[in-house]
């Protein structure tokens, strides 16, 4: 069925999609819109593979639309712009993270919010304006708004660039907004994963003092040697985490999975704040006492608004953050997809789409 | 430090055990130190949290318990360091009556969040003292958890803001909520707690939402209590309708109850401040807290500065609870009632006058 928007969709475009929930992904051989007056047509050179690709993938939120193609740390070379763009050349290089549109009027787009704005539109499996479904990052080129695109300065290797536009923005956003950034802050971050590891190095950028909890033993060596994070408490071993309790100003919670926060509560101080950032169904069991007793509190945070997504790139520039990645080809991506579910990457997979995806195409 | 003795007798009611049922009880309180001020109580107010700790609904009871933390009263004496206070003076003691006084909490004047707080009744001191409550016609307290009640308080209709008032109070300036006039604030719960906030919210400015089960309280809430709009909670339509309009919502009840329709009242960035002591845990949906950015938070009572403040500002806005005055004697038939939140909105012992008649 043809939807709205798609007779104006006259730009062929390839990637790989899976058909169905199995998640597989294979070749795929669609159309992009032509570049609107506001708009850019981005060759994409790589694109991080994000967690939430892979819960989409297996359409475990229930709300995926096949074909899909996933991929929203994407970082590419401007080939074609707009009339009226007037932010980026022709040669930039930009990012693209998780959303493409929003609705530019309500509260949180006009204080530069978008990632809040409740018809906010996402890069893949998102419904443009339009009705056409959005195909992401796995492909070899995109079109996107110049207002939901931020510069990538020539500082930052590009393959590691990626994965700061999704993981990345997770973290440095709600560590500002909740006051954690600085000296004198101690953060925890539960999780050492695709956000886990940027957000320590964040942390250690803004001269937070940071403590990693995990529930893996094993990833201790590298958060005290290459992330140089302050501490590593075993979230299973109950001594370790009662010596902890009450020593921390916040903490950032990357894990998905459904996990006991009363634990973590324990570890803040008075007026201490839990942020979760992996949005489960299951709802966790609150502990009112938990949060009374120590005036602590317990927030979500989702991304950050595209200002703040090019201040964090610019941040990161400035203070040589990069994510530590595992940069793979197009055809390994399935392989890559059954590792991440495992937990098997250090730290975040980015595909090397310039050089690996048209090869694909027989 | 001043121990018991049998010169400073004391009598007051007490539960013997989790039935609750108050009795008279004969007992002594600490001869008067250097730091202390006796207070002679004229009234104490009835709070949620004495049924629930006479019913150890918390577990952590220790019988007998003389409950009571809402006090105002007449000091009798003063001990030699004592500098705020004389004889004679009106007084209040709340919630808490010590702490370390040396931790973070307590140096930033949070003695609220000291992890050695010591509260008014069902606990104990350094020295191995069992903490009675104001349900008494005699307390003994260090001055620096003495409050001076203002002029222009009423004794009776001031007591519930010893706790129920700062608890509300609080998280109201802690969470931002008082820093800009026209925010809206939902209050969840219309009882002892909740009818103070709707007062402290519209003597900040803010626009006030009652958010309730029944309509029951609807006319009193907007009528007398001076709330913009009333919310029943099992209206969905009209629930649908509010959604994403408050910038914060005060959630005050302790019985079992969802929090995601109070998540959904929420605007972004919104925040859900949790007062109410449930025995169970709450489900906390995350969902809304990720997607719009919104927080739920603690908070109990306040720091000693910040409940002379409280007291301070509800005397210059003639804030006071609306009570209903007791005989010591009808304290049980009035913890039945307060069981089943049948009173408008506190019950308030007038101790003075009749404890000795009990």
């Known amino acids: 069925m043809q939807r709205l928007g798609e007779k104006y969709q006259s730009v062929e475009a390839f990637g790989w999609a899976a058909r169905d929930s199995s998640g597989h992904l294979s070749p795929f051989v669609f159309s992009r819109r032509e570049t609107g007056e506001e708009e850019m047509r981005v060759k994409v050179l790589y694109c991080g593979v994000c967690h939430s690709d892979l819960h989409c993938l297996k359409n475990e939120w229930h709300s995926s639309i096949y074909p899909l193609v996933p991929g929203h740390e994407i970082v590419g070379e401007v080939t074609e712009i707009g009339r009226k763009v007037s932010k980026f050349s022709i040669g930039d290089k930009i990012g693209v993270g998780c959303i493409v549109d929003s609705c530019r009027a309500c509260e949180s787009c006009r204080e530069d919010q978008e990632n809040y704005c409740t018809k906010s539109v996402a890069t893949y499996n998102g419904v443009h304006y339009d009705g056409t479904v959005n195909y992401g990052g796995y492909s070899d080129h995109i079109v996107v708004d110049e207002r939901y695109a931020v510069k990538i300065p020539h500082t930052l290797p590009l393959a590691s660039a990626a994965p700061l536009l999704c993981a990345g923005i997770s973290m440095y956003s709600p560590m500002k907004y909740f006051g954690l950034a600085g000296p004198g802050k101690h953060i925890g971050i539960v999780g050492l994963g695709g956000l886990g590891h940027i957000g320590v190095r964040f942390a250690k950028a803004f001269g937070s003092k940071v403590t990693v909890v995990s529930s893996t033993a094993g990833k201790s060596k590298d958060a005290l040697e290459i992330f140089e994070a302050d501490g590593f408490l075993v979230s299973t071993d109950e001594d370790q985490m009662q010596a902890a309790m009450g020593t921390m100003d916040g903490i950032i919670d990357t894990v998905s999975a459904s996990h006991p926060i009363l634990p973590l509560i324990g570890l803040l101080k008075p007026s201490g704040k839990l942020v979760l950032l992996g949005a489960t169904e299951k709802p966790f069991d609150l502990h009112a006492f938990s949060l009374i007793l120590g005036r602590k509190s317990i927030a979500g945070s989702a991304i950050g608004g595209i200002k703040e997504t090019q201040e964090m790139i610019n941040f990161a520039a400035e203070h040589g953050i990069k994510a530590e990645i595992e940069t793979i080809s197009m055809e390994y991506v399935n392989t890559a997809m059954d590792r991440l579910a495992k937990g098997d990457v250090r730290y975040r997979f980015v595909i090397d789409i310039a050089n690996t995806l048209a090869v694909t195409r027989s | ?358």
């Not at chain 2, 140096?107 to 104001?134: A, H, I, K, M």
């Not at chain 2, 913890?335 to 101790?351: G, N, P």
């Open chain 2, 1 to 358: 430090m001043a121990k018991s003795s049998d010169q400073n007798k004391a009598f007051g009611w007490a539960a013997n055990d989790k039935s609750g049922v108050l009795s008279p009880f004969h007992f002594s309180r600490r001869e008067n130190g250097d730091d202390d001020v006796t207070v002679k109580i004229l009234f104490c107010g009835v709070c949620h949290s004495d049924l629930h700790t006479i019913k150890n609904d918390w577990g952590f009871s220790h019988y007998p318990i003389i409950p009571g933390h809402e006090i105002v009263g007449i000091a009798t004496k003063v001990g030699k360091n004592v500098t705020k206070f004389k004889e004679g003076d009106r007084v209040g003691v709340g919630v808490i009556i010590g702490s370390c006084q040396s931790c973070e909490s307590c140096n930033q004047d949070f003695e609220n969040y000291c992890p050695q707080l010591v509260y008014t009744y069902n606990s104990r001191s350094s020295d191995g003292t069992r903490n009675q409550g104001g349900y008494s016609d005699k307390i003994v307290v260090d001055q620096r958890f003495v409050l001076s009640f203002p002029d222009g308080l009423p004794s009776d209709s001031g007591a519930p803001l010893l706790c129920a008032g700062i608890t509300v109070y609080s998280p109201m300036k802690y969470y931002g909520m008082t820093e800009e006039k026209g925010k809206h604030l939902g209050v969840s719960g219309l009882g002892g707690l909740g009818h103070i906030a709707v007062k402290i919210g519209k003597a900040f400015g803010l626009k006030v939402t009652v958010i309730s089960r029944s309509s029951d309280k609807e006319s009193e809430a907007i009528d007398r209590l001076g709330a913009d709009s009333f919310l029943v909670t099992t209206d969905s339509q009209k629930m649908k309708d509010s959604f994403g309009t408050m910038d914060f919502v005060l959630d005050t009840v302790s019985a079992e109850h969802s929090l995601l329709p109070l998540f959904g009242l929420l605007k972004v960035n919104g925040k859900l401040v949790a007062l109410g002591l449930p025995e169970k845990p709450l489900e906390l949906p995350i969902f809304p807290l990720v997607l719009g950015r919104k927080m739920v938070g603690g908070s109990q009572i306040g720091g000693m500065k910040e409940t002379q403040e409280m007291l301070d500002f509800c005397a210059k806005h003639n804030i006071v609870a609306d009570i209903e005055l007791i005989k010591m004697s009808d304290i049980n038939s009035a913890m039945d009632r307060l069981a089943k939140s049948d009173v408008r909105y506190r019950f308030v012992i007038d101790v003075a006058n009749s404890i000795n008649s009990a």
